[in-house]
């Protein structure tokens, strides 16, 4: 019967390069710099190489009772903006902490039994995108925890928001200024409260504008590109038997669908329908038309979140333990022609 191979250790790696069990943890946590000679971490490096070491993270979190790990639970990280998201994350954790992703389906909250699962992982902390106040409450415990982009949760829990109202007002006002007087609203399935928000907020202020927005011109589906484009396909001949002219959309992957969807009917947008959406992801800009949406700064967000959760961990109360980052709209070809901006 064959053994289990050996478990490599940080003093078989010290006694292989001739060095201290110390200077084997600093390098091998990436930790060296301007305390380890060129030539020592070197030989730590090559020593690690042949003796197939790693850190044992999980043994050093029962030892410690925590681990360096924080984990930042999002959906459907192939979506541009959440990796501007974890860029912004980083930015901040640096080398002390390592970043763990769990990723939920596309678009869904998180499950907060599924997420208690991970805390047997011990991680230093939790980075949570648009969890609901049931899911917090659920997961209620002496973790530091800090959302994200969850702006109905009570104001005790350390959170980074954005200011989609805004931006989705910012949208029907654009709307009114090219003299749309009758609109619809692609909303998102996932039932998260930034979504709701952003809806509730485009219908608010297209009452305030004169702009109606009839119950039936209103509907839904997941953040995916097909399955927009589908519904999209499904419901545009009613919608435009109502008079609609204008199109707002909950997030840019919804209003990439109508994009799709349109070339196919032979639908000129802007001329016959302006189309806005929301995230101003990086190929919103290059698509064609480029699509007109609002920019939300993913980036600073996962950094301020981070710059939070920080502060936690060093035993501090966060300067703003709720903050809320500014929206802009950026005009582009799929509401206005060139020409006329």
């Not at 003796?51 to 029962?62: A, F, H, N």
Request: proline share 5%.
């Amino acid at each position: 019967m064959k053994q289990p191979a050996r478990r490599v250790t940080a003093a078989m790696v010290a006694e292989h390069a001739g060095v201290s069990t110390a200077t084997v943890s600093l390098v091998a946590n990436g930790k060296s710099s301007g305390r380890v000679s060129k030539k020592n971490e070197e030989r730590v490096l090559e020593a690690i190489r042949e003796l197939g070491y790693y850190v044992d993270s999980i043994g050093s979190s029962l030892a410690k009772g925590v681990s360096s790990l924080v984990i930042l639970v999002a959906p459907d990280i192939s979506n541009p903006f959440f990796a501007k998201v974890i860029t912004g994350v980083r930015s901040v954790l640096g080398n002390d902490y390592q970043l763990l992703l769990s990723v939920t389906d596309a678009g869904l909250s998180p499950s907060a039994a599924e997420t208690r699962r991970l805390l047997g992982l011990r991680p230093a902390g939790l980075l949570v995108h648009a969890p609901t106040q049931e899911f917090l409450d659920d997961l209620a415990g002496p973790l530091p925890l800090v959302a994200l982009d969850a702006p109905r949760i009570d104001e005790s829990i350390p959170a980074v928001n954005m200011d989609v109202a805004q931006g989705a007002e910012d949208v029907v006002a654009h709307f009114a200024k090219l003299g749309h007087t009758k609109a619809a609203y692609l909303d998102a399935s996932t039932g998260t409260d930034t979504l709701t928000v952003r809806r509730e907020a485009f219908l608010a202020a297209a009452q305030r504008y004169g702009i109606e927005v009839l119950p039936s011109s209103i509907d839904s589906c997941m953040i995916d590109v097909k399955v927009a484009s589908e519904l999209f396909e499904q419901r545009w001949d009613s919608w435009r038997a109502d008079g609609v002219t204008a199109l707002g959309c909950a997030t840019d992957n919804h209003a990439f669908g109508v994009l799709h969807a349109a070339r196919k009917l032979g639908l000129d947008i802007p001329s016959q329908l302006a189309v806005a959406g929301f995230d101003d992801l990086p190929y919103s800009a290059t698509s064609s038309p480029g699509i007109t949406s609002v920019r939300l700064n993913a980036t600073e967000m996962g950094r301020q979140a981070a710059l939070k959760l920080r502060e936690i961990l060093d035993g501090r109360s966060p300067q703003e333990l709720q903050s809320t980052l500014p929206s802009s709209l950026m005009v582009r070809g799929s509401t206005q022609p060139e020409g006329a901006r």
